[in-house]
């Protein structure tokens, strides 16, 4: 099959060869994919910055794809041929709290990922992709829109009426802006580009929307407290990490959550710690979720019609140039077809 091979570290050793098409063992699916989505995980590990050690070489990388089950391994039950199915990224993290070894068993690294013709995913872990949406559409789902779901319903608890702070206008961000609103919470979205903070409130004309572009407010923390009447947001989706916590604390409520889901301006921070502990803030780490919180939140959102915003789709053999489109900052996500349906 065609696949695309990581053999080094960096976009320019990312390139499309062809490898066997693997067989499905017991338990497992062979799906033909239709469509895989690009998150910052997939660009970090291309660049050797996201657990580098664990990264075995070559590598099919892209832990997001939506596709067709064409073949079954012995014992499969909860699947049949001619299904639409889900990845997951912790394809044995079915419910509940996570073991302490989720990571070995991620999709696109280390284990084989989605940016090939055909991928095997577990039954156990696979998801039935949503009819409402194809494979392009569904294939945004696995980590961006269940990242946000899960820390804003299963961690956070998000009733109407509370305020939701989110970081920029990538994938999880969008998805926690759309997620937020139909659960009837008011949101404070920030962005570089004003145009990016136009678009999201277009977006999301049906609900309560505010932004803040934090290269024209540096201290953006202070105008989160002015637009709450000084008492910060319920939950704040924090994608950026690095020094940036600082100010997520000063922008969270008193007693407040912040989602930690990313690390796009560092993995390392320094926390004052005053002003975590006076606030009394929760940071909670978020590392995607379970099966069981994927399914729940495909029902929620056939419910609610909400649809995924995707800037670009690329074709299969443009996948370079769709890790450079990731890398530049999208609005919404970068999604790479594969298949000819998808």
């Known amino acids: 099959m065609k696949a695309w091979l990581l053999k080094d570290f960096g976009l320019r050793n990312l390139g499309a060869g062809e490898v066997e098409t693997p067989v499905p063992q017991p338990g497992e699916l062979l799906v033909k994919v239709g469509a895989v989505s690009l998150n910052f995980r997939d660009k970090a590990i291309v660049d050797g910055i996201y657990e580098p050690a664990s990264v075995p070489k070559p590598l099919i990388p892209v832990s997001d794809a939506a596709g067709t089950v064409v073949a079954i391994g012995d014992g499969v039950t909860r699947f049949r041929v001619g299904d639409r199915v889900n990845s997951t990224l912790y394809s044995h993290w079915i419910d509940g709290a996570p073991g302490p070894d989720e990571p070995a068993y991620c999709l696109g690294m280390p284990l084989p990922g989605g940016l090939a013709e055909y991928m095997i995913i577990r039954e156990d872990s696979a998801v039935a992709a949503p009819a409402s949406m194809s494979d392009v559409e569904a294939s945004t789902l696995p980590i961006a ?187 919404g996500k970068v999604v790479i077809r594969i298949g000819e349906q998808g």
């Open 145 to 331: 829109a269940l990242t946000a779901w899960y820390a804003l319903t299963d961690v956070a608890d998000i009733k109407a009426g509370q305020t939701v702070l989110v970081q920029g206008t990538g994938g999880v961000s969008i998805f926690a802006a759309q997620i937020a609103v139909a659960l009837g919470a008011r949101v404070i979205v920030t962005s570089s580009k004003d145009e990016n903070l136009a678009k999201v409130k277009s977006l999301l004309a049906s609900g309560a929307v505010d932004g803040i572009n934090y290269t024209t407010h540096a201290d953006w923390s202070a105008k989160v407290l002015e637009l709450t009447d000084g008492l910060g947001a319920d939950v704040t989706i924090d994608v950026a990490g690095g020094s940036g916590i600082n100010q997520s604390i000063a922008a969270t409520k008193v007693q407040g959550v912040i989602a930690q889901v990313g690390f796009l301006t560092g993995q390392t921070s320094n926390i004052d710690l005053m002003p975590l502990i006076f606030r009394q803030t929760t940071i909670r780490g978020i590392a995607v979720a379970p099966r069981t919180s994927f399914e729940r939140m495909n029902v929620f959102l056939d419910a609610h019609k909400i649809k995924p915003v995707i800037d670009r789709v690329y074709g299969f053999d443009e996948a370079v140039q769709a890790f450079e489109h990731l890398a530049r900052g999208p609005f």
